[in-house]
């Protein structure tokens, strides 16, 4: 079955500092692929998305690639704030099936993503 | 545009209880999807409303089972329940086949 593996957290870095979060998968054909971010006692906000191979997803300076040859989805932003400070998730989401069914998401663990001042 | 809307935000069961919770699609959604989030982990689904019909199931016992009404909006009910059901139950609504949007879950505590 589908699966995503995403880097140990916790991870501490200072504010400005380049950030990177490791995403691997696992599945069949061609899955959509997907960070969210969620913060203390919110829910999930997607942040960014990819749908095809090669594809750049990129949103409020974070950016990912779509790596079909390795299999990853890594996150990455050049400067990070204080504001970044949340739980990130990497998800896929299978092949659609035919018709109008839609696909389940599968999720990572999750990274605590904590930036200092 | 109104958001996914979730209630009640917490809630406290005993063990044994049963439970329903309740999501509010965004406008112009007809899917709903339940997923479970137990502390520290990431979301597990549970299973996905389609116009009224469940459409697809994850590897969740059947004393979780929902429904979906007319107007979109949707239930989850858990039936005897387990400490290990102590979790943050999120639902997500989307318009196929579009992304889907979270609200801000149900924090279900038992004890």
């Known amino acids: ?117 | 545009e109104t958001g996914v809307t979730q209630s009640p935000t917490h809630l406290i069961k005993t063990r044994g209880q049963q439970v329903t919770l309740r999501c509010s699609s965004q406008s112009g959604h007809n899917t709903v999807s339940w997923y479970q989030q137990a502390l520290g982990q990431g979301p597990q689904f549970i299973f996905q409303y389609y116009r009224e019909e469940e459409n697809g199931r994850g590897n969740f016992p059947p004393r979780f089972s929902g429904l979906q009404f007319p107007n979109y909006s949707s239930e989850l009910n858990v039936n005897a329940l387990e400490l290990d059901d102590s979790a943050l139950y999120l639902c997500a609504s989307s318009l196929p086949p579009g992304e889907q949007y979270f609200g801000p879950g149900t924090r279900l505590t038992v004890t």
């Not at chain 1, 990177?20 to 906000?45: D, H, K, M």
């Not at chain 1, 739980?87 to 299978?94: E, H, P, T």
């Open chain 1, 1 to 117: 079955g589908n699966s995503v593996t995403q880097m140990e957290g916790p991870v501490t870095l200072s504010e400005e500092a380049f950030l990177t979060i490791n995403c691997t998968y696992t599945a069949t054909g061609y899955p959509s692929l997907f960070w969210y971010v969620q913060y203390p006692g919110e829910g999930l906000q997607l942040l960014l998305k990819a749908t095809k191979a090669d594809d750049k997803g990129s949103n409020k300076g974070f950016e990912a690639t779509y790596r079909k040859e390795t299999t990853s989805f890594h996150l990455e932003k050049g400067s990070v704030q204080v504001s970044d400070s949340a739980v990130y998730f990497c998800a896929l989401r299978g092949e659609l099936a035919g018709g109008t069914s839609y696909g389940k998401l599968t999720f990572g663990q999750g990274t605590i993503l904590t930036v200092h001042p």
